[in-house]
């Protein structure tokens, strides 16, 4: 016989109020299950049965961080699938750096937000997301597809099978292969593997020859064509050809014009049912700034050079260039913590400095400043609609946008009171000054400086046009240094063209020069160092240059010996790896390198193996030992400070080296930068002589980029700088405690705790709700003192939001508890019609607060708006001073509007902030720490079986709670929403 169908209640009691109550039952004739507990369990089951892209909850819930792969972060679009004729899908496979993750990193890339957002905006298109995924997550794709290696295109309906799972998109947890093109960022060399592990991962052949298809068959990925694939960004748009065996086709340049212009060529040539070879063509020959690298080939007796082998594709081609737009920067708002967890807008792209070791100084010029308004509508728009509380302005060199200091001042003034900080990336150390620490210093944190001088001698800055003297360099380095940042990291090359052993040491010697220079009594500057190794790049003067691994080997134990020797303090300094920087040196002979070793675990152990099997031996023996030192003439007269008639010079004339003239392997990529004014450069960085900036001096250098290709140098003009209105003065008053029960649903169940503290105040920055501030607080002769930096600005300060016992990751609930102290000042007119007051005490504080109220009880002034905070004890004073208060109605609406859907708002009371005799009122999470669980248990059988005398708690134990229920004072603990009064008698309380 099967046992009897029971009803089970329990009550959960919380100092004499009832706090939860449940219900749970089974078998339709008991008459208690009622409609809504039923409604009820079955949500439970259906929470505990949860899938994730066809995984259970409970094997996603071992990731570290799952949120990453949810794809419902604010911002995220999510558009039918079927509205769009084109699905693109870009991907971010960039390295894991420090124990980082892909998505922390590809989340916060500016590029990628813009990509995301360019294309998402256009009719007949959609773009999704997807990242590199972490180790466990590769693990459990594994796990659940273990043939999913074996896959080929011929057998990819096999991914269809339960348990075999491809990586995926995250918004739309489609399969890569289900997508029309696949684009990969290529932004570092090293990522290349990551691209070939994650088209592993979805199943995608990974070399391009594997995806040909029949002439006769149209381009169908939805009828079992593979998506193309495709790379972008510097690194590719430089040297596209050791990964041209991957890659369909590479976009070269900018990619805001680029991307929505191919995405319009897929969409007729899928019309028109073309082959996979033919959409190929089109894209090659109609849409500019695409390279097809089936379509040219080595010609021998030139090198590395590759040309055209199909009629109408370009000789050369052109790199793309867009005008950046700051409003299309405004996008994802993640869930977790980013690497740059910050809104970033672009105020200039392009550098004209014409560092001659620089490739992206070279790849995107002209230089085109983005017009002032433009930047501070962007900004605040984008502060207020994405609720964070830091923005960075972005440019390969932010000094170099004079109109910075406008910029920057009329920003920080407009979010004075809104508890923002700017932060800049690295910056000319010659162009900083009081104008730009004022921007950068101030509100929610203070950010780091960071500075290149590059080298170490005034020498070696010449020979690379860096443009810095040492006087500027201590110029800038004191100004930081009497504006309070006694920190600063500077970044240092070694192995540059031309370099000695005493420049290698002169980079201990400036930084211990800048030490002297920055100090006061004990204190000294700390210096953050990072040295990291010159690796040549196309496009750049010195791109003929190759570099010794075994020298790089020697240079590093002589700067170490140099740093122990000089036995500085407060000095931190890394060295980047010299194998790192080798595997960088890729030319177009070193893709299949990559193929070797895309899929091994130690990838860069198994470097020299896979150089052995792609029979490069001799090539990597150049790089230990130095194939070609550009500058090995140095000390030569013949070739320094000629030049007249041809004699002496290496570009050009009686003594030109002909490996200048020879074929290279990137010379079909139009960048805009002619090849003999990279020569020419070269035999000035040999002269040691520098060239100006030629966007602001007005002294063209003829590299051949201006012109109708890729436009012009855009210089904006400079606006007036306003009056620095200061720095954002913390409000650390309680006006108002607002308490919010919410749920926690669905997805949101895989944010972690801290992470959903950053979503609550967001949520109220963009609600424009004014929150107060934790700050570090000590008694010290009777005051309360709030440590601040020394520049009078708030160092960490951060809202009040306090959420009482949360839950732990995956866990469900209908009654969270979150509390927010407002803080709301009064209307000019209530504000003129008191002011603020000193009110003298003369006896307790009771006493003081009767005789305040006196006083102001003609203007009728309730007690709830004042706030009171005690000043000194030994002036015995107190300070009163007039506030609002939100209506709780408005509170909730407008929370609520900025909360995601799977994070319900349910209830919010409004609490006492500060209590009559000036203590804080007790949190909820102060009343949860004393919880007390007392579970009461009744069992009653179906009519069917007969009944045994139901199991109930002992009077005694209902008579000791009733007690203490009776002994709480309800006065001093505030009610929590949806808490009843608990009374034996009156039964279990009715859940709907």
């Known amino acids: ?348 792209r392009g550098c004209t400095r014409g560092c001659r070791f620089c490739q992206p100084g070279m790849l995107t010029r002209p230089a085109r400043d983005v017009d002032p308004d433009k930047v501070v509508e962007a900004v605040e728009q984008g502060m207020r609609s994405t609720g964070y509380n830091e923005f960075s302005l972005l440019s390969l060199s932010c000094s170099d946008y004079l109109a910075l200091p406008a910029v920057g001042l009329e920003i920080k003034n407009r979010l004075k009171g809104e508890n923002v900080s700017l932060s800049l990336p690295s910056q000319r150390v010659d162009r900083f000054d009081e104008s730009i620490a004022n921007i950068i210093s101030g509100g929610a944190r203070k950010s780091g400086l960071t500075f290149a001088p590059e080298a170490g001698t005034q020498r070696m800055r010449d020979i690379i046009n860096k443009g810095l003297t040492n006087e500027e360099l201590l110029r800038g380095i004191k100004t930081a240094w009497d504006m309070g940042w006694y920190q600063v990291k500077l970044y240092f090359m070694i192995g540059l063209p031309g370099e000695t052993d005493a420049d290698v040491v002169g980079i201990v010697e400036t930084v211990n020069w800048l030490q002297q220079e920055c100090r006061r009594g004990r204190k000294h500057l700390q210096v953050s160092l990072t040295v990291s190794n010159f690796t040549p790049k196309p496009h750049t003067p010195f791109q003929w240059h190759t570099v010794s691994s075994a020298e790089f080997d020697r240079k590093h134990e002589l700067l170490r010996a140099a740093f122990k020797a000089a036995n500085l303090y407060g000095v931190k300094f890394n060295i980047t790896p010299q194998k790192i920087s080798a595997m960088e040196a890729q030319d177009g002979e070193d893709g299949c390198m990559a193929r070797r070793w895309y899929n091994t675990d130690e990838a860069h152990a198994a470097w020299g193996r896979a150089i052995a099997e792609c029979g490069l031996d001799w090539k990597y023996r150049e790089m230990e030992d130095g194939e070609w030192n550009v500058l090995e003439k140095l000390g030569d007269t013949r070739y320094r400070k000629q030049g007249g008639g041809g004699k002496g010079r290496i570009d050009r004339g009686a003594l030109a080296d002909e490996r200048l003239k020879a074929p290279l392997p990137w010379d079909h990529i139009n960048t805009g930068i002619s090849k003999t004014w990279l020569a020419t450069d070269l035999q000035k960085a040999l002269e040691e002589a520098t060239v100006p900036d030629c966007a602001h001096s007005g002294l063209c250098s003829e ?177 009163v001073e007039l506030t609002e208060k939100m209506p709780v109605a408005e509170f909730k609406e407008r929370l609520a509007e900025q909360l995601p859907s799977d994070l319900p708002l349910f209830d919010v009371e409004a609490l006492e902030a500060i209590r009559l005799n000036g203590a804080v009122a007790e949190s909820a999470a102060a009343l949860l720490s004393g919880i007390e669980w007392y579970i009461a248990v009744t069992v009653t059988p179906s009519a069917s079986v007969v009944a045994a005398p139901a199991e109930e708690v002992s009077q005694e134990e209902v008579d000791r709670v009733d007690a203490e229920a009776s002994q709480q004072d309800s006065s001093s603990a505030p009610a929590i929403p949806g808490l009843v009064p608990y009374s034996p008698d009156a039964g279990p309380p009715d859940r709907a």
């Open 1 to 348: 016989m099967d046992p009897p169908s029971e009803v089970r209640t329990w009550t959960k009691y919380l100092k004499g109020h009832v706090i939860d109550s449940c219900h749970s039952g089974e078998g339709q004739d008991n008459a208690e299950v009622s409609e809504s507990e039923a409604a009820a369990e079955a949500k439970l089951r259906s929470r505990l049965s949860a899938e994730v892209y066809g995984i259970p909850s409970a094997e996603w819930l071992k990731l570290q961080t799952p949120a990453r792969y949810l794809g419902n972060e604010r911002g995220a679009v999510h558009k039918p699938w079927d509205s769009a004729t084109v699905r693109f899908a870009l991907t971010y496979p960039e390295g894991r750096v420090m124990g980082v993750q892909i998505y922390e990193v590809g989340a916060s890339n500016l590029g990628h937000i813009v990509l995301y957002t360019v294309l998402n905006k256009r009719d007949g298109l959609l773009c999704d997301r997807s990242y590199m995924p972490a180790p466990d997550m590769q693990a459990l794709l594994e796990k659940l597809g273990s043939a999913l290696r074996l896959l080929t295109a011929v057998a990819a309906q096999a991914l269809l099978e339960k348990h075999q799972k491809p990586l995926f998109a995250v918004e739309s947890k489609r399969s890569l292969a289900d997508f029309d093109t696949l684009g990969f960022s290529l932004a570092y060399e090293l990522g290349t593997t990551n691209i070939l592990q994650m088209l592993h991962l979805s199943g995608i052949p990974v070399e391009r020859t594997e995806r040909e298809e029949p002439e006769d068959t149209p381009w169908d990925v939805e009828n079992g064509s593979s998506p193309l694939i495709f790379a972008g960004g510097p690194t590719a748009t430089s040297n596209p050809e050791p990964f041209s065996d991957f890659f369909d086709f590479i976009a070269l340049g900018d990619g805001e014009d680029l991307l929505p212009e191919i995405g319009e060529c897929l969409k007729q040539c899928k019309k028109d049912r073309l082959n996979r070879t033919e959409t190929l063509a089109r894209l090659g020959s109609e849409v500019a700034g695409v390279y097809v690298p089936q379509f040219y080939d080595l010609a021998p007796g030139f090198g590395g050079a590759v040309f055209p082998i199909r009629e109408g594709m370009p000789g050369r081609i052109r790199r793309r260039v867009a005008f950046p737009d700051p409003f299309n920067q405004i996008g994802l708002v993640p869930y977790v913590s980013t690497v740059h967890d910050r809104l970033t807008i672009e105020i200039r």
């Open 703 to 879: 590299c051949g980029v201006c012109g109708d290709d890729f436009g012009d140098n855009v210089v904006a003009e400079v606006p007036q700088i306003p009056a620095f209105k200061g720095h954002y003065e913390p409000d650390h008053r309680r006006t108002q405690r607002m308490r919010v029960r919410f749920g926690k649903h669905d997805t949101m169940v895989y944010i972690g705790h801290l992470d959903l503290v950053h979503v609550f105040e967001r949520a109220l920055r963009r609600a424009a709700i004014p929150l107060t501030t934790k700050m570090l607080e000590k008694a010290s002769g009777g005051e309360w003192v709030f440590e601040v930096s020394q520049d009078n600005s708030p160092y960490h300060s951060r809202p009040r939001i306090n959420v009482a016992m949360p839950l732990s990751l995956g866990a469900t609930s209908d009654s969270e508890i979150l509390e927010v102290s407002a803080c709301l000042r009064a209307t000019a007119a209530r504000a003129g019609e008191l002011g603020r007051a000193l009110i003298p005490c003369v006896g307790s504080r009771a006493v003081d607060f009767e005789e305040m109220m006196a006083k102001f009880s003609a203007n009728a002034l309730a007690a709830k708006e004042v706030v009171i905070e005690k000043v000194s004890k030994k002036k015995k004073k107190l300070r």
